[in-house]
C-alpha cells in the first residue's frame, strides 16, 4: 500500500532542509519565502511504498495567497495519509497556528518541532509529551539540518497513516464559537466526508468563498449558516473571521505558556539584530550591497590575481580548451584518418564552440558559489528586505525582488516564483522585468566581454549585474503610470531569518545545481547548435555554384545575417562583425550561452592549431570597439529572454497578448538602452560619428526621461491593493 505524507509548515521552517534528508534528494534550499510554489514529491528513503511531498511555506490555510490556495487544496482535496508538521522551534507561537488548523483536517498530524538545536542553544525546554497531549496529536523534536530526529519522525507518520489513527480534537474554541460550529456541522454533515466535518464547518463560519462554492448550499441552508454565524457574531461582538483567528491564538498562548519554559529574554539586542541594524540601514544598506556585489564578481570574473574564477576560466581556456582538448581530438581524429570535413567540424565546429561555453565554467561555479553562501547566510533575505524599501517607492513590493533572485540562477524558476504575488498587474509586471535580471546563461556573455574586451573588469560585470536591477526599476517606474499597472504595492511580510554559519551541504548543492544544468545544456542544446552553425558559416555560394567557402564572411550564414543586420546598424553593428553579431543575438534565443558558442565558432574559421584560446578572444576584440562591445552585451542581457524563459512567461501570464507585450517589451526597451549608450557613448570614443542616429538617440532618451517623470495614472480609492490582501 502507498502511504502519502505532506510536509507542512510556515516558510522558512525548515521542510525543504528535511525533504532532502528523508528523500535523499537535491531539493533548492532557498532562504526566503515562496520558493517552493510547486509541490515536490520524493520516496522515503528506504521505504519504496512511501511518498513524501514538500508543499510550500505556508502560515495559514486561508485562501489569500498562492502557496495557501496550493497547499490548501493539495491537502483537502488529494488527502495525504498524514500530515508531517514542520515547526520552528524558535517561533513556536506562530507556528502553531498553523497546527492548529491542519489538526481541524481530520488528517493523522505528527508535529515535529525543528531547529532544536537553536532552541536548546536559547535554553528553552519544550514538554513534548503534554504539548502532544493537549494537541491531541504526536509531537517529537528533530534538527532538520543535524539530521536528528527526522526519520523518526517520519517512521511515527507512516506509523500513524497505517493505523489509520485520529487523534482527539483540542478544545481550542469556547463555549459560544463551539456551540455555532455545532450548529454549522449538523447543517452540512450530510454534504461533506466525517473527517472534514470541523474543517469545513469553521471555513463556513468564516464564510470562507471557496468553501461556500464548492458545497454548492441551497439559499435556506446559506440563510441559517448565517444565522449562526450572525448570532455568535453579536454575542461576541466581533465578525467571524476575527474571532476564529483570535481565540486560535489565546489557546496557543495558553498551550505554549503551559508546557513550553522559556529562558528570560536577555534585553541586549542580538549579534544579527546589530549587524541588521548596519546592513539594512536607511543610507548604507544600498552602497553596501553594491561593494559585496563587487567583491563577489571581483572574485569570480575580476582581473586575474584576485580572481580565482577567472584564473580557472584563463586555464580552462587557454590550457584545456585552448591546447589539451584540441590537441587529443587532433591525435584522436588524425589516426582515425577522418576526412577534412570531419575534422574541421569536430575541431572548429564543437569544441571551438562548446570548448569556449565550457570555458566559463570556473567563473560560473566561483559565482554561484559565492551567490548561494550569501543566501544560505541570510543576507539575500535583507536584500528583499532593502529592495522593498526601493520598489516600494514606484509601487512594487519586495516580494517581486524574490523571483529576480532566483532569475540569478535561471530565468525560468525566477518567473514561476512570480506566481507567489497576488496582486494580478504586480505579478505580471514582475513576470515582465524578471528576464532582465542577469541568469547563469548570461554570464559566459559578461565574461567574455569583461574578459575579453575590457581586460577583467570588475566593473564590467558589475555593471550589468545593476544594469539589470536598473532595467527592473526603470521599467517598473515607466509601466506604473499606465493604468494597466497602475495600484498600490502590496503589504511585503517576510521575516528576517537570524543569520547562520551557511551549511556547506546547502551551498555546495545550490551552487551544483545551478552549474550542472549548465553543463547538461553545454553537452547537448549547444553542441546541437555548434553542429549546425558550423555548417551554417562554412558553406555558400562561391561563383553560383554551393559549396565549402574559404571565408565565412561569404557564408550562407553571412549573407543571411547581413540581410537582417542593418536593424542593428543603429546599435553600431558594422562591418564584418555585423552578421557575426547578428547571428550571435538569434543564437542566444535559444540559450543565451549560444551567444559565446556562435562568437567561438565564428572566430575560429583561421584554422591554425596554436593558442586559439587567446587568438579567438583576440579577434573579438579587433571587430569590436569599447563601447560597441558594451552595447552589444547590454543588448544581449536585456533583450528577449531563451526560448525556455519565453515559454515559462507564456505559461505564468496564461494569455498570449500579454506573452507578446512581455516579449516586446524587453526588445524594445534593451534595443533603445543600447542605441543610446553606443550613439552617445560612440561620440565620446570616436566609435560613432554624429549624425541621425545620435539625433535619434537624444529624442530616445528624452522620451525615456519623460515617461520616467511624467505624472502618471493615479489610482482611486477602491482600486487600492488587491482584495485579497487590502480588503481583509
Ligand atoms: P522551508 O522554507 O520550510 O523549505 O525551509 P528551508 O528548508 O529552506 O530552511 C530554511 C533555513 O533554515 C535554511 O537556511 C536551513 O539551513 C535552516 N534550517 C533548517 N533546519 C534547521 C535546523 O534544524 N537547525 C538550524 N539551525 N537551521 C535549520
Ligand atoms: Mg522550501
Known amino acids: 500500500m502507498e502511504i502519502k505524507i505532506a510536509l507542512a509548515g510556515n516558510p522558512n521552517s525548515g521542510k525543504t532542509t528535511l525533504f532532502n534528508s528523508l528523500t535523499g534528494s537535491n531539493q533548492y534550499v532557498g532562504n526566503w519565502p515562496g520558493v517552493t510554489v510547486e509541490k515536490k514529491e520524493g520516496h522515503l528513503k528506504g521505504h519504496k511504498n512511501v511518498i513524501i511531498q514538500d508543499l510550500p511555506g505556508i502560515y495559514s490555510l486561508s485562501p489569500y495567497t498562492l502557496e495557501e490556495v496550493v497547499a490548501r487544496s493539495y491537502l483537502v482535496n488529494e488527502r495525504p495519509d498524514v500530515i508531517l508538521n514542520i515547526i520552528d522551534g524558535t517561533n513556536i507561537e506562530r507556528n502553531l497556528y498553523l497546527t492548529t488548523q491542519l489538526i481541524e483536517l481530520g488528517i493523522p498530524v505528527v508535529v515535529a518541532i525543528n531547529m532544536m538545536d537553536l532552541v536548546r542553544k536559547k535554553g528553552d525546554v519544550i514538554d513534548t509529551r503534554k504539548l502532544g497531549e493537549a494537541l491531541g496529536c504526536q509531537v517529537v523534536e528533530i534538527s532538520a539540518l543535524k539530521g536528528e530526529g527526522g526519520i523518526k519522525a517520519a517512521e511515527k507518520a507512516v506509523g500513524l497513516a497505517e493505523k489509520k489513527h485520529y487523534g482527539e480534537l483540542p478544545k481550542v474554541f469556547n463555549g459560544e464559537v463551539e456551540r455555532a460550529l455545532g450548529n454549522i456541522e449538523n447543517l452540512v454533515h450530510n454534504k461533506v466526508e466525517e473527517g472534514y466535518l470541523r474543517w469545513y464547518s469553521i471555513k463556513l463560519f468564516e464564510r470562507d468563498e471557496k468553501v461556500i462554492e464548492k458545497l454548492k448550499l441551497d439559499s435556506v441552508t446559506m440563510k441559517q449558516l448565517e444565522n449562526y454565524i450572525k448570532e455568535c457574531e453579536d454575542a461576541l461582538d466581533d465578525d467571524s473571521e476575527s474571532i476564529i483567528t483570535n481565540q486560535r491564538y489565546v489557546y496557543i498562548s495558553e498551550v505554549v505558556g503551559k508546557n513550553v519554559k522559556k529562558k528570560a529574554e536577555k534585553g541586549t539586542l542580538s549579534v544579527s539584530d546589530k549587524i541588521d541594524q548596519i546592513v539594512t540601514n536607511r543610507v548604507l544598506a544600498l552602497p553596501i550591497f553594491a561593494v559585496i556585489m563587487f567583491l563577489i564578481y571581483s572574485i569570480a570574473m575580476g582581473p586575474w590575481k584576485i580572481s580565482i574564477g577567472t584564473m580557472g576560466t584563463d586555464f580552462a581556456n587557454d590550457v584545456i580548451f585552448g591546447e589539451w582538448v584540441p590537441g587529443l581530438v587532433d591525435t584522436a581524429l588524425n589516426s582515425l584518418g577522418v576526412s577534412g570535413w570531419l575534422y574541421g567540424l569536430i575541431q572548429d565546429g564543437i569544441v571551438a564552440g562548446v570548448g569556449a561555453v565550457l570555458g566559463f565554467v570556473p567563473q560560473m561555479l566561483v559565482l554561484f558559489f559565492l551567490l548561494a553562501i550569501l543566501e544560505d547566510v541570510g543576507y539575500m533575505a535583507r536584500v528583499a528586505f532593502i529592495m522593498d524599501r526601493i520598489f516600494r517607492r514606484f509601487g512594487l513590493s519586495g516580494k517581486s525582488?524574490?523571483?529576480?533572485?532566483?532569475?540569478?540562477?535561471?530565468g525560468v524558476p525566477g518567473i514561476m516564483a512570480s506566481r507567489t504575488i497576488e496582486q494580478e498587474r504586480d505579478r505580471k509586471m514582475t513576470i515582465i522585468t524578471t528576464g532582465f535580471i542577469p541568469c547563469g546563461a548570461k554570464m559566459p556573455i559578461i565574461g567574455l566581454f569583461a574578459g575579453a574586451i575590457f581586460g577583467g573588469s570588475a566593473w564590467v560585470a558589475t555593471s550589468a549585474f545593476f544594469i539589470g536591477i536598473a532595467a527592473v526599476i526603470i521599467s517598473g517606474i515607466v509601466l506604473k503610470k499606465f493604468k494597466a499597472f497602475a495600484g498600490h504595492p502590496a503589504p511585503f511580510v517576510m521575516e528576517l531569518p537570524s543569520y547562520h554559519v551557511p551549511s556547506m551541504g546547502n551551498v555546495l548543492r545550490a551552487t551544483w545545481e545551478?552549474?550542472?544544468?549548465?553543463?547538461?545544456?553545454?553537452?547537448?542544446?549547444?553542441?546541437?547548435?555548434?553542429?549546425?552553425?558550423?555548417?551554417?558559416?562554412?558553406?555558400?555560394?562561391?561563383?553560383?555554384?554551393?559549396?565549402?567557402?574559404?571565408?565565412n564572411n561569404s557564408s550562407l550564414l553571412a549573407v543571411v545575417g547581413n540581410a537582417v543586420a542593418w536593424i542593428f546598424a543603429p546599435l553600431g553593428w558594422l562591418g564584418d562583425m555585423a552578421w557575426k553579431a547578428t547571428v550571435a543575438t538569434v543564437t542566444g534565443l535559444i540559450a543565451k550561452e549560444e551567444v559565446v558558442m556562435t562568437f567561438g565558432t565564428l572566430y575560429h574559421y583561421a584554422g591554425e592549431l596554436s593558442e586559439e584560446g587567446e587568438e579567438i578572444w583576440n579577434l573579438v576584440r579587433g571587430d569590436f570597439g569599447a563601447v560597441t562591445a558594451y552595447s552589444f552585451m547590454i543588448f544581449n542581457l536585456l533583450c528577449a529572454p531563451c526560448f525556455a524563459a519565453m515559454g515559462a512567461i507564456k505559461r505564468e501570464m496564461n494569455n498570449g497578448k500579454w506573452t507578446a507585450f512581455a516579449i516586446g517589451y524587453m526588445c524594445l526597451f534593451a534595443y533603445v538602452i543600447s542605441m543610446i549608450v553606443y550613439q552617445i557613448g560612440g561620440l565620446f570614443t570616436g566609435e560613432a560619428s554624429f549624425g541621425v542616429g545620435t539625433v535619434a538617440a537624444v529624442v530616445l532618451l528624452a522620451g525615456l526621461l519623460y515617461l520616467l517623470f511624467r505624472k502618471g495614472y493615479q489610482p482611486g480609492k477602491d482600486e487600492k491593493g488587491s482584495l485579497a490582501v487590502e480588503g481583509k
Not at 401 to 410: Q, R, S
Not at 531 to 546: K, P, R, S
Open 401 to 410: 525582488f524574490i523571483p529576480m533572485l532566483v532569475a540569478t540562477g535561471c
Open 514 to 551: 545551478r552549474g550542472w544544468s549548465f553543463i547538461k545544456r553545454a553537452g547537448t542544446i549547444i553542441l546541437l547548435s555548434s553542429i549546425i552553425l558550423w555548417f551554417l558559416q562554412g558553406y555558400g555560394f562561391t561563383n553560383g555554384a554551393f559549396g565549402p567557402v574559404e571565408d
